[in-house]
């Protein structure tokens, strides 16, 4: 090994000046190694696995391509995603011994309680309140609605010198009403036996607030104008539940929604 000294400095000073080189060379190499080893973190980081949204496919059953729940005691009722929706309903799935729910307001879903004509007043406030929640009256920020029922016989789609509109029904006859029905739902973890949106092996439902049915780690929603819209609630929530946004866009109702603890 070869050194260059420097004839204009002593020897302690010729050691002193290699002393400096050495600790700068020193820290670069720890600069260095400790790069490295930042490096390598984050390249191990990067090949960890994405933690994904969980999303499985499953053969559905044949209401799930509307709103829906089932009742404390098991009734399944059954509401419209759109007018389309809400035609289909009353002219193909609607029977003789179903009832009828929708909000009293222009815009809403049309809800069908299955073997209706049976129900307990529980089951059939139950239907008012899911009634109400997905229609205008929520869209609008409304704390509550008035809602009714009637049967499959008095609902017509014919109406002398007027014209009945795709999801509208013209109705005779007396209503059973359900005044100033509050607008709240709950969303949950629910039983395998529930009519649900199953994901990772949870079984994410929403049902009507007042519903008897048992939820695990719930929340309560209902409508406001200061809340979040529903596309920012949908990815809210799939964060909570560690399900896709899709689940959630396919059950809540539109507008804005605030949430809160059970």
Known sequence: MKLKLFYNKSVNENAAHYYELAKESKEKSAGVEKAMEETEKE??????????????KRAKEWFEKFHFFLTSSGKLAIGGRSAQQNDLLVSKHMEEKDLFFHADIQGG????????????EQEMQECAQFAGCFSNAWKNGNASVDVYCAK?????KNVSGGFIQSGAFAITGERKWFKNTKLSLRIGIGGKESAEKEAGGKSVILVPDISKTCLKDELVLFPTNSGKDKGALAKSLAK????????????LPNGKTKTSQK
């Open 240 to 251: 909570r539940f560690s399900v896709h946004p899709d689940e959630f866009l396919e059950l």
């Open 109 to 120: 879903s049309v809800v069908i309680l299955k073997d209706g004509i049976d129900a307990d």
């Open 152 to 156: 499959k016989e008095q609902l017509s």
């Open 43 to 56: 390249i191990k980081e990067a090949k960890k696995p994405e933690k994904k949204d969980v999303r499985i």
